[in-house]
């Protein structure tokens, strides 16, 4: 159970600490932004934030460092597979492009 | 009555096989449904994507004032409600009824708060003849597709994750919600706030000028 | 009862395998057609191996099953069961080695055919055809006497007035000659490069005897090669649901030889 | 949990007990009786189809009154014959192989084999079912819309789906309302499969390891996870399908279409793109349409082989492993879709390895039947055909796994032939073998076994006179989906259609010995005792039908494994998984 | 002589119609003839390929049919072109008798099917095949309906005068139009590109003449009696 054995957050001075960060994060996202990269290189990291920032709020803010190590492995991976797989979709986008009908 | 109330309380003892998680199955429940919701997001997202890469004519209208510093602002609220959020959570595990009470409420508010500057952010969009199938600069009309659909889905979220946290605030002063309820809540409430981490920089930063 | 089940069961087995081996009944023909393509017979090739030996796999397990519960049908009251020899571990051994040998075979060799039809690019000599699905006919166009395609408007087509396409002939001087057809007419032994688009809705380009099979997708530019090896006249179906007339959708396809295609086109050219 | 807490006693109204109960039980039932219906209702269609197929300008008496835009003068229009198929379809992979293996029996006896006196969520347990039958209701409301029911087929592929009324009949409300049906049903099914998982690792007694639940909770359990992630991708693809028919997005819709001389509004869609949402969907849905019969079927086996499978666990991993597999395979629908040709070959590899896992699973059954003295029951035989129509419809996979002959077969009747023995048949099998294993259980009665035997043999011959020919007929080119073979090629095949037409006649009217049954032996049955085929696991541990708590209050421990058949223990040659007597293994 | 009588007639009529609307002899009265021609170079009509559909291509095969927007005939006359009052009119009758639309060897017949209002037709396919009836409106409600071979008419009428262009999807080249209009005061013009409009009461009329590429022309004309008045229509044509 919850209360008996796990989610003894660490208090909220340490919650404020990550909130910072996050905010921090998304200075820096806006930042990168505005340097005006290219659109993919631009992709990449805002990505690759993004990222950071969603495993730090899974991570504190949604507990998961605090329950059994067996409750992330059971969701995450799962998550993280389907999310792989849809992947494959990106071929046919790009045929969009190289194959586009030309009329009109 | 009897074994379903054992469960509930005071979990297995003994009664029943420890679940392999050691958590109620209330917040499992919630976090398959965040998983779920997750790929849901996916799918949209990866639509966005795959119609973004196909369209050459793609427009990228957003300016620093006011989009985007509406969106750090929202962003900012949204973050901050997460914050209320943990403290609720804290609170009511400390057994402190009415910060818990008032922490729940204040995250409620930011959350009201986020989907009214979103709907102003919509309705300015709205203005300037963006619609789901109008694209105002002449480009791909993906974008007015996209922007307000998986702005939507979001904001439908946040909605809907507002009224369950009005509903478990009152319900909790009143004894008919305890702890678990509200933490389950805050599962979905960071969900809704993690969901918000992609699509402020997919769909805001993505698309500035 | 169980024999009754063992008996049903292989005479099923049997009869369903002796129709895949006497496929022909009084001019019903239960089997592909002839292959007119320079690539099919390596897709029949393929389907003959998967044939046999998914084909064993069936008749044997089937009968296996059968068998067994044939014998258990009639034991006697109190009988102890007996293990398969080896119990599950060989057969699990067995069925990961023999279904996956078969397996990575079929899919080596399988996946080089196809990757020789669909991932090669045509022949440079390739004759080009565009091919314009619609609901629920297909219309073929050939670049003309000055070889270029004239450019597609989507606002100008007009079938009651015969223009299929959407060419604008008053201001495109190459879409002056191009010939617009309802059959593709093709040459024997020459590569042939069909660039596939649909009009409408999703059709899809089949002809069986050609073992080729690619749907229109509606936005693309589809390129699909292949070479026709004997002459003759098949039918080009939609096997992609279009909508109420669906089943009507089809074309022919006529392979000529190079001399008459060649009066063919010209013919055609005139009376354009 | 807390909503859990809050149910109390046996509610004693009509509409509590009956209709909007919170009781797994009950609402097992009401997805098995929903199923029913529908089931009963796809199969009329299918033989509407099925006799438009034989003789195609037959006039079937009173067509018209039912659909006087759909068949003028009795005489099916092709538009009719496809919204026909669509619903078919629709229906039986929605509403009957989703529903009734996996939601009815789920619903009903995964509490009861994991010994919990409900659901985790009761009441959420409720709103799933009555979801599920709203969902149901919008479906059959396409039949009776102005511009007629859909017809773009279960699979509703855009544009012909996202256009509308321009692309012809049946592109109107009928397809909207199909979407939001589908929609709907989705949240159904993700609240179904948030409770089916949390019931089964929460929610069992002492003693029930996970190692010792039984196949079908396995089985319930795999489905649910895989349920819970694939229809989550079909919920916003139906969403955004309905935006494309209803606010002039346009997803799925490209540019500078010109349907029936109309050029359309629509810019710069994909129709790939619905393609690959759909089948993301799609094909992890066959396997929640099939891993549950697999489940119910080796459940059921052990006690009338009288001795446990071999395998166990393996068989366990065969099935986590299709479950796996299913998420990376769903381009092998799309091979000659106009998607890339790289991926082809991608989808078809993993395509053949879940031949790997169905292979060993086939082989653990057979294996097991070796050497068994068979109880020859209807649940048994229905069994031994699943065994049997389960091969059958595997083996064609092997065929259209690979891109190269899939060149040849694909949209041919070969590809239905495969699908409906593999997941129409064999789940269907898996259902009647359900049926007649539980039904004692579910209503205390037992099933009329010489009724449920003549219905077996026609079923069993009756699939195959049907669904084998179409191999045939695939193999020669006959191209599926055509309201009537009109053509040069297609024309001589004829008589095999009208053979199968016939085949699929008296076999669908043999399904009626079966309702005669269940309804007859309903009221009329001998009633049924607490364990009728001295079966093990923990349904058979409460009387039939268990009380509103299951137990009547007991909370049951487990001591043993779930199959323990062919050892000696008290009770015979088996021994009850909650019995607390030593074992030795064999 | 019959002038005499003509006003008291027309006010008893007039009468009738209002009250009691009973059948009415059709009035007497002036007639416009007149042909439809064309200046220019008219787009030349394609040959249609009709190999999708063999009954089809075997029934024209000694014959080709060609496209129908613009058929001329002799001395720069078109046919099919619709001649309507389509100002002041008076005295229109109620359209009643049925008319009939068919589809036979893959063609309309005929290619325009001109009515009135509210006049009940029917859709007849000859062919062996299934044909779909696909009219396009913009004003009156939009049906799509097919027709196996075998199958009863069709019966359609329309209340909103329109031009409707008519297609098959099944077989695309087929192409109609059906012609609603107010007045029962109509005609199409022959193969040799005259038309003829009788029954006209004294007054003055505008008269407009249609053709489906060509788009419209309006001219005014005055019937003072039973007379008989000429007007040419003419059309300018380009080749592309």
Redesign the interface.
């Known amino acids: 159970m919850t209360t008996g054995e796990s989610a003894q957050g660490p208090g909220m001075k340490f919650f404020v600490a990550v909130w910072v960060g996050l905010m921090c994060i998304v200075g820096i996202e806006v930042i990168i932004t505005f340097r005006h990269l290219p659109p993919r290189e631009l992709l990449v990291w805002l990505l690759a934030l993004a990222f950071l920032e969603a495993g730090i709020a899974v991570w504190y803010f949604m507990h998961l460092k605090y329950e059994r190590a067996a409750l992330a492995w059971s969701l995450l991976p799962a998550l993280a597979f389907v999310v792989f797989m849809m992947d494959h979709i990106w071929p046919d986008a790009f045929r969009l492009l190289s194959m586009r009908l030309l009329s009109n | 009555m009897s074994q379903v109330d054992i469960t509930a309380e005071s979990g297995h003892a003994g009664l029943m096989e420890d679940s392999p998680y050691g958590i109620p199955s209330g917040k499992l429940a919630m976090w398959c449904f965040v998983i779920s919701d997750a790929v849901t997001f996916s799918a949209v997202l990866f639509a966005y994507g795959y119609l973004r890469i196909g369209s050459p004519d793609w427009s990228t209208p957003f300016q620093f004032s006011p989009t985007i510093l509406n969106g750090i602002g929202m962003t900012f609220i949204l973050l901050s409600s997460s914050l209320t959020m943990l403290a609720a959570v804290e609170a009511v595990k400390a057994g402190r009824k009415s910060a818990g009470f008032g922490w729940l409420c204040a995250t409620a508010l930011l959350g009201a708060l986020f989907a009214a500057l979103h709907l102003v952010e919509w309705g300015r969009m709205i203005d300037e003849g963006w619609r789901l199938f109008q694209n105002p600069l002449g480009g791909s009309v993906h974008f007015g597709a996209a922007f307000f659909s998986i702005t939507g889905l979001h904001l439908l979220h946040v909605v809907g994750g507002v009224c369950a946290l009005a509903v478990i605030a009152v319900g909790y002063r009143r004894g008919g919600y305890n702890s678990i309820d509200v933490e389950v809540a805050g599962i979905y409430w960071h969900f809704v706030d993690l969901v918000w981490m992609f699509v402020f920089p997919l769909v805001y930063l993505m698309n500035v000028q | 009862?169980?024999k009754a089940?063992g008996v049903?069961?292989i005479i099923?087995t049997l009869v369903?395998t002796a129709?895949?081996i006497f496929?022909d009944f009084h001019?019903?023909?239960?089997?592909?057609?002839v292959d007119a393509s320079a690539h099919g017979h390596?897709?029949d090739h393929?389907?003959m191996e998967?044939?046999y030996?998914?084909?064993l796999?069936?008749v044997l397990?089937?009968i296996?099953?059968g068998l067994?519960?044939w014998?258990?049908?009639d034991?006697?009251e109190g009988?102890?069961?007996?293990?398969?020899p080896g119990?599950?571990?060989p057969?699990?051994i067995s069925?990961?080695l023999l279904?996956?040998i078969?397996?990575l075979t079929?899919?080596f060799v399988?996946?080089k055919?196809?990757?020789d039809?669909?991932?090669t690019p045509a022949a440079p000599e390739a004759l080009p055809i565009d091919v314009q699905a619609?609901?629920?006919?297909?219309y073929f166009r050939y670049a003309g006497a000055d070889g270029k395609f004239g450019?597609?408007?989507?606002?100008k087509?007009?079938?009651?007035?015969?223009n299929?396409f959407?060419l604008d002939?008053?201001n495109d001087v190459a879409a002056r000659d191009d010939v617009v057809?309802?059959?593709l007419v093709i040459p024997v032994n020459r590569p042939i490069l069909l660039t596939l688009?649909s009009?409408?809705?999703?059709h899809?380009f089949?002809v069986?005897e050609l073992?080729?099979?690619?749907?229109?997708?509606?936005?693309?530019?589809?390129p699909l090669h292949f070479t026709a090896t004997q002459t003759g006249r098949f039918?080009i179906?939609?096997?992609?649901?279009?909508?109420?007339?669906?089943?009507?959708m089809?074309?022919?396809l006529e392979v000529k030889t190079q001399e008459e295609f060649d009066k063919w086109l010209k013919d055609q050219e005139a009376?354009? | 949990m807390s909503e859990a807490a809050h149910q109390h006693a046996e509610p004693t109204g009509f509409i509590r007990k009956y209709i909007f109960s919170v009781d797994h039980k009950v609402i097992g039932l009401q997805y098995i009786g929903l199923g029913i219906v529908a089931v009963v209702l796809g199969m009329i269609l299918s033989w509407l189809m099925r006799l438009h197929l034989g003789w195609s300008t037959l006039a079937i008496p009173g067509l018209e009154k039912l659909s006087p835009a759909g068949a003028p003068g009795n005489v099916m229009t092709p538009e009719y014959y496809l919204s026909l198929m669509t619903m078919h379809g629709t229906l039986m992979v929605f509403f009957v192989l989703t529903n009734v293996p996996f939601a009815g029996f789920g619903n009903y006896f995964l509490p009861i084999q994991v010994g919990a006196p409900d659901m985790a969520f009761p009441r959420m347990n409720m709103m799933s079912f009555w979801v599920t039958f709203t969902a149901f209701l919008v479906l059959i409301a396409a039949f009776f819309v102005p511009g007629g029911p859909p017809l773009s087929g279960w699979t509703a592929y855009a544009p012909l789906s996202a256009v509308g009324q321009d692309a012809g009949p049946g592109e109107g409300w009928g397809q909207t309302l199909w979407a939001l049906s589908i929609a709907i049903f989705c949240v159904a099914q993700l609240l179904g499969a948030l409770n089916f998982i949390a019931t089964t690792l929460d929610l069992r007694t002492k003693g029930m390891s996970l190692a010792r639940m039984p196949f079908s909770t396995w089985a319930w359990f795999i489905t649910s996870v895989i349920g819970l992630l694939a229809f989550a991708v079909l919920l916003p693809a139906c969403v955004l399908l309905i935006l494309d028919r209803t606010a002039g997005t346009s997803f799925f819709i490209p540019g500078g279409l010109v349907i029936s001389d109309r050029l359309q509004a629509h810019t710069g869609g994909s129709p790939l793109l619905w393609q690959h949402l759909f089948w993301f969907f799609g094909h992890p849905e066959v396997y929640i349409a099939i891993l549950p019969a697999i489940g119910i079927v080796s459940h059921i086996l052990p006690a009338f082989l009288r001795r446990p499978l071999l395998g166990p666990r393996v068989l366990i991993s065969c099935l986590a492993a299709i479950g796996f597999l299913s998420y990376m395979v769903w381009g092998h629908h799309m091979f000659v879709s106009g998607m890339n040709p790289f991926s082809a070959i991608l989808f078809s590899v993993p395509t053949l390895v879940i031949t790997i896992p169905a292979t060993i699973a086939t082989l653990l059954w057979i294996g097991s039947v070796y050497g068994a003295r068979i109880r020859f029951t209807c649940a048994s035989l229905f069994c031994l055909g699943f065994i049997s129509v389960f091969i059958s419809g595997g083996i064609s996979g092997f065929f259209l796994a690979q891109p190269s002959i899939d060149t040849y077969l694909h949209a041919t009747y070969f590809v239905v032939a495969h699908f409906h023995f593999v997941m129409g048949v064999a789940a269907i099998f898996g259902m009647f073998a359900g049926i007649y294993f539980w039904l004692p259980k579910m209503v205390g009665r037992m099933m009329n076994e010489t009724l449920g035997k003549i219905h077996f043999w026609f079923t069993f011959v009756g699939v195959y006179c049907i669904f084998m020919p179409m191999h045939y007929l695939g193999l020669a080119g006959n191209v599926r989906r055509y309201a009537a073979f009109t053509d040069d090629y297609l024309a001589p095949l004829i008589p095999v259609h009208q053979f199968i037409t016939i085949a699929a006649l008296i076999t669908g009217a043999a399904q009626f010995i079966f309702l005669f049954n269940l309804v007859w032996s309903r009221f009329r049955g001998p009633k049924a005792t607490e364990n009728p085929w001295q079966a093990t696991s923990l349904e058979w541990s409460t009387t039939s039908p268990p009380p509103f708590d299951n137990f009547g209050g007991r909370q049951l421990v487990v001591h043993q494994e779930p199959y323990l058949y062919g050892v000696e223990g008290s009770a015979g040659d088996y021994v009850m998984q909650t019995s607390p007597e030593t074992v030795e293994a064999r | 002589m019959k002038i005499k009588y003509f006003y008291p007639l027309f006010l008893v009529l007039l009468v009738s119609t209002a009250l009691a609307s009973l059948p009415v002899p059709p009035p007497a009265g002036g007639t416009v003839t007149g042909k439809v021609t064309y200046t220019g170079t008219p787009p030349k009509m394609k040959p249609i390929d009709m190999a999708k559909e063999p009954n089809c291509a075997k029934e024209h095969a000694a014959s080709p049919v060609f496209t129908e927007n613009v058929v001329t005939g002799p001395g720069n006359t078109l046919e099919w072109a619709v001649v309507y009052v389509s100002a002041g009119d008076q005295g229109s009758t109620p359209g009643t008798q049925t008319l009939r639309f068919d589809q036979k060897g893959c063609q309309y017949m005929p290619h325009v099917l001109a009515m009135q209002v509210d006049q009940p037709f029917e859709i007849v396919n000859s062919d062996p095949h299934l044909h779909n009836i696909h009219p396009l409106p913009k004003i009156n409600p939009e049906w799509n309906k097919s027709q196996p071979p075998g199958t009863p008419p069709l019966m359609a009428k329309y209340d909103k005068p329109e031009f409707i262009p008519v297609k098959c999807n099944v077989h695309p080249w087929m192409h109609g139009w059906f012609i609603v209009l107010n007045t029962s005061h109509y005609a199409i013009s022959g193969s040799d590109g005259s038309f003829s409009i009788k029954g006209l009461p004294p007054g003055k009329y505008t008269l407009t003449a249609w053709q489906e590429q060509f788009g419209t022309q309006a001219q005014d004309v005055t019937i003072a009696g039973g007379e008989t008045k000429n007007i040419t229509f003419t059309f300018k044509a380009l080749p592309y």
């Open positions: 009862m169980g089940f049903v069961l099923i369903s129709v895949f496929h001019g019903i023909s239960l089997w592909l057609p390596r897709v393929q389907l998967t044939m030996g998914s084909g796999l069936f397990s089937q296996m099953l067994f519960v014998q258990a049908s034991r006697p009988w102890k069961y007996k293990i398969f119990g599950a571990k057969m699990v069925a990961i279904v996956g078969e397996i079929l899919s399988g996946s055919v196809w990757a039809i669909y991932l619609g609901q629920f006919a297909f450019a597609l408007h989507a606002e087509i007009d079938e009651g007035s015969g299929f959407g002939p008053r057809v309802a059959s688009h009009k409408d809705v999703i899809s089949y069986r073992r080729i099979h690619q749907d229109i997708v509606p936005g693309l530019m589809i039918e179906v939609c096997t992609q649901l279009c909508g109420l007339g669906h089943y009507q089809k074309a022919y009376a354009q």
